[in-house]
């Protein structure tokens, strides 16, 4: 099995890490990740600028090329430029912190799966539901199981990935895993105003998961309950319940 590995953290992360000595077990692993971190990029790609490419060492050995790109550049760079050979997998984390509701959206770690999806490889993003004192060791033994049963199952519909959150807690308190729908509004925003050395104004974006939209059959209450928390989501955004209102409009 050949693995591509990327992330919105940046290749020096813990959690890269993590994911690279676990999937290394069942694979050959390929790490193409940005050379520092880029979360919440979405899914942007560079058009711009040049991508710059190095070869990046960890524990005196090979680890994997850093970019100056996006996780979704990232991808697209691997699989168009820098591999000879197409994975069968393309992995996305370990994230610090949960990608839930709508933070899917803001996501580099979801969007470095969805760019796999487009390029018709099966993927996965996967989460550690904290920002604090993360433990990896659970989630990258789960991702490889996971990526097994994905390798077994060959494909995924057209199109789709699967976004995975981890609950942070021992995991002999992981209650089991749920197939889950994504949860609507997760985060309450507000900007933190503040004033720096010399009295001017800047403002700094902030906020907490909220339970508000949150469904009991979504994900945002599954990892509450500590529960794995998997959800497939689509590339495609069509609102297909709304097109024939829609054209009702005469616009």
Known sequence: MNILLTNDDGIFSEGIRALYESLSQIGS???????????????????????????????????????TGTPADCVKLAIRALLKKKPDLVVSGINLGPNVGYSVLYSGTVSGATEGAILGIPSFAISLATFTNPDYSFAAEFAKKLSRQMFDHKKLPKGTLLNVNIPAVEKKRIKGVRIVQQSGRAVEERFDKREDPRKRIYYWLTGEIIKSDAKEDADIETIRKNYISITPIHCNMTDYDFIDTLKTWGI
Do not use: C, M, Q, W
């Not at 899914?43 to 090329?65: M, Q, W």
């Open 29 to 67: 692993v390929t790490i193409v990740a940005p050379d520092s971190e880029r979360s919440a990029v979405g899914h942007a790609i560079t058009l711009s600028d040049p991508l710059r490419v190095k070869e990046v060492n960890r524990g005196g050995k090979f680890f994997g090329y850093a970019t």
